[in-house]
Each structure stands twice: as C-alpha cells, then as structure tokens.
C-alpha cells in the first residue's frame, strides 16, 4: 500500500511563529486531505488538496503531485493551532476515499 | 444532520462482551468509513461503505468486528467477544463519493 511520511514529528512554536510540515507518499494518488487533530481528539479537514495551492486564512497548502509531497504552511501561529496534523491520502479505486494517514506532526504553540 | 454524529461518546466494557457502536453521517453523503485510532497503530480503516454495500472490508482485524449501513445512512459497528487489544478510539468519517472526508468525534472504548 501507500506510504505516508511526514515531518517533523515534533514541533513547538512560538505564538506568531511560522511554520511549514511536509507529508511525503509514496505513489500517485488522487486524493489528498490535511486535518487537524485538536486536544479533544476531533479530526478536522482543513485542506482537500490532491494538486496546486489552497488558502484558508492562517493556512495554506501547496501539493507537487508530480514530486509526490504535500505542504502545509501556518502563518502566525496561535494557541489554538496546537495539536497533532495529519496528512491523509488515497487512491480513487474500489475503495472510494480509502485514506492513508501519515504519523502527524505534533504541534505545540507556546505563549 | 449538520456533522457526522457518534455515539456513544465513550464506551466502556468487560473482556468478552459485545459492543455496538453507531454512527449517523452527513445528509446525502453516501461514503461511510470507519477507522480505528490507537497509540501503537496510529489511524486504521477498517471499512468503507458506498450506499449499503461494503466493498471495501479489508480493515476489519478480525472475524469479530462487523459492520452494516442501513437506509443510505446510518451505520453500526459491532465488536463481538472483545479483547483488550480492541481498546481505541473508532472513528466514522463521511463523504461524497469523492472529495472531503468528515469525521465525528469518535467513540472512545476500553475493554477492562
């Protein structure tokens, strides 16, 4: 299967830091999806982004399908931006939206 | 509904007892996924529904964990005999056929 390698593992800010975490896989896939894992453990989607440039505010997402990696950038970082990233794959097969997840960046944004 | 719904929040339960967990997705999504979370595995998936039909059960551990959808919509996730390897939180996650994926907040279980 796919392979998702993402980097850091661990990472602690500074509030108003910016940031930049990568997710590397491993084969073409037609899916990409960055969440946000909060403390209370709720998965929330930030970005669908199997190709080009996203913006949502502090976020943005860039993917180089061709190059098979993805990146999130955050820009100054808050409190609430704490918690663990995951970046998430799949391939458009039987398995519809099948996701792949990588081991997370855990993020830590200190006062 | 507006998010994708879980229940019960947390479960907890003696080895060798049946659990059901249940989970309501979006209005009109007829993707369902169930994905397990645990500190030695990371995030699993366990099963992907498209309407009724499961054509993807390739997560599933073991001959004890079953799953059906029922009406397009909600889905229960049955863990028969359970083990204390079964402890983990098992997530539903919703979504067009293709697209974003939406997850509830999961159900926390431990088996003591």
């Known amino acids: 299967g796919i392979q998702v390698e993402q980097s850091p593992p661990d990472l602690i800010l500074q509030e108003g830091a910016n940031s930049t975490l990568r997710c590397n896989f491993s084969d073409s896939v037609n899916n990409l999806q960055w969440f946000h894992q909060n403390p209370w453990g709720q998965l929330i989607n930030l970005f669908y982004i199997p190709s080009g440039t996203k913006q949502n505010g502090r976020l943005s997402a860039t993917t180089v399908a061709t190059e098979r990696y993805s990146l999130l950038y955050i820009s100054s970082s808050q409190t609430t931006d704490s918690g663990v990233y995951f970046c998430?794959?799949?391939?458009?097969?039987?398995?519809?939206?099948?996701?792949?997840f990588g081991t997370g960046t855990q993020l830590k944004v200190e006062l | 509904g507006a998010g994708v719904s879980q229940s019960p929040s947390n479960k907890v339960t003696e080895k060798g007892k049946d659990v059901e967990l249940r989970c309501d997705p979006i209005?009109?999504?007829?993707?369902l996924y169930w994905y397990r979370q645990s500190l030695g595995q990371g995030l699993e998936f366990l099963i992907y529904f498209q309407g009724n039909s499961a054509p993807d059960k390739s997560g599933l551990p073991s001959d004890r964990f079953s799953a059906e959808r029922t009406g397009g919509s909600v889905s229960t996730l049955t863990i028969q005999r359970t083990q204390q390897e079964d402890s983990a939180v098992y997530l539903c996650?919703?979504?067009?056929?293709?697209?974003?994926?939406?997850f509830g907040q999961g159900t926390r279980l431990t088996v003591v």
């Open positions: 998430a794959v799949a391939r458009l097969t039987g398995g519809g939206n099948k996701l792949t």
């Open positions: 209005s009109g999504h007829t993707a």
């Open positions: 996650a919703s979504s067009l056929v293709t697209g974003r994926s939406f």
